[in-house]
Every structure is written in C-alpha cells, then in structure tokens.
C-alpha cells in the first residue's frame, strides 16, 4: 500500500509541477503564507490545492505540521556517499502530529525535487528507500527512519537524506495529502537553495 500511494504521490508531484510551468521559484504560486522571504518563519496553508513556503516557515495540512529547518549538501553523511556523479542532501525537518489520532509516518511522505538542468530525474526518494522499494536502515539517528509513528501533538525532529545530481543547489521538499479512501488532498512544496558543505 506504501509504494502504490508512493507512485500516486509522484505522478501527482509531476503533473502539478508541469501545470505550474515548472516556475516555482518565482514566488508567483497560489500560497497563503504570511512570509514569502527566503528567510521563511511564517505560516503557510493551502490554497486552490497548492502551497509553497521556505526554509523555516510553518506548513499546516490536513495530518500535521512540518517545518524544513535547514539544508545543506556535503559527499558524506555518516559514511553514506552518493553514486558517481551524485551528492548527498540533507534536510533537518520538524513533523507535528496536529491529527485527532496517532499517526503512522514514512520518511518517504515528503519527496526532494529539483529542477533538472541536466538529463536526470526531476526528483528523488530518501535514501532509506531501495530502488526494488524496500526499506533500508537508516546511516544515523538523527536521520528519520523509513517508518515511525506520531502521537496525538507529538513531534518529531530528524534528517531526511537524498542522493542528488551533483551540480544542483536549488531544491524542495514536497508532501502530498493521502487518505484513506485514496483520495489526494493539497500539495505543499518548501524551496530552498542547499549551503554546500
């Protein structure tokens, strides 16, 4: 059932990126954020389906709230490397359970994207994540596992890890709304450019 909302959620991702002219960085998106600063800290809702914020700002949807704290790339993360031609991202991300119930959690519920300047995907799944779509062990904890579960007002503070080209350095995290009856709700997007380390 993971990997079938893992699928929806991409074909969702691309073909609302598509419909957005791929122009996100333009700051010219339907959010309703009290910040549209690179610095971020405000709050950001949807709005007509979509919403876009930025590194600090507070994102609510339907399940919870999550904040993209910070982000940087490096050739390392705790003895992880990234392929040939390739570089590790890493985003430090706070997840509130703001639902009536306990929530069980997937790293994967948020995506890294990029817009491709070269010839490879547009996006990419955290590195918890097996290309056959088993889990893997995280490489440290202060990484987000691939599963976990959130209490009623708990959070939780962690790395999510991805494996990107190596000559990006504008990027976002991405989160689609799921439910039970397989429905799709929102689509919230935070941008940012990665401190390469």
């Known amino acids: 059932m993971k990997r079938l909302l893992s699928l929806t959620m991409t074909l969702l991702l691309l073909l609302t990126l598509a419909a957005c002219g791929g122009d996100s960085g333009s700051g010219g998106g339907s959010s309703n954020s009290s910040s549209s600063s690179s610095a971020g800290n405000g709050e950001v809702r949807a709005e007509d389906g979509f919403a876009e914020g930025r590194i600090g700002d507070l994102v609510h949807s339907y399940f919870m709230?999550?904040?993209?704290?910070?982000?940087?790339t490096t050739a390392d993360y705790h003895g992880h490397t990234a392929p040939e031609g390739m570089k590790v991202l890493v985003v430090?991300?706070?997840?509130?359970?703001?639902?009536?119930?306990?929530?069980?959690?997937?790293?994967?519920d948020?995506?890294?994207q990029w817009t491709?300047?070269?010839?490879?995907?547009?996006?990419?799944?955290?590195?918890?994540?097996?290309?056959d779509g088993s889990d893997l062990d995280v490489v440290s904890d202060e990484?987000?596992?691939?599963?976990?579960?959130?209490?009623?007002?708990?959070?939780?503070?962690?790395?999510?890890?991805?494996?990107?080209?190596?000559?990006?350095?504008d990027f976002s995290i991405s989160h689609l709304e799921l439910f039970d009856d397989d429905s799709e709700g929102d689509t919230f997007f935070v941008f940012f450019t990665a401190e390469e380390k």
């Open 143 to 169: 990484q987000l596992p691939a599963e976990y579960e959130l209490a009623v007002n708990e959070s939780r503070t962690g790395d999510l890890v991805f494996d990107v080209p190596a000559g990006e350095k």
């Open 65 to 72: 709230d999550f904040t993209v704290n910070s982000a940087y």
């Open 110 to 112: 948020f995506q890294g």
């Open 116 to 131: 491709a300047s070269s010839e490879t995907e547009e996006f990419a799944w955290p590195i918890t994540e097996a290309e």
């Open 92 to 108: 430090n991300m706070t997840v509130k359970n703001t639902f009536n119930e306990s929530l069980p959690m997937y790293d994967d």
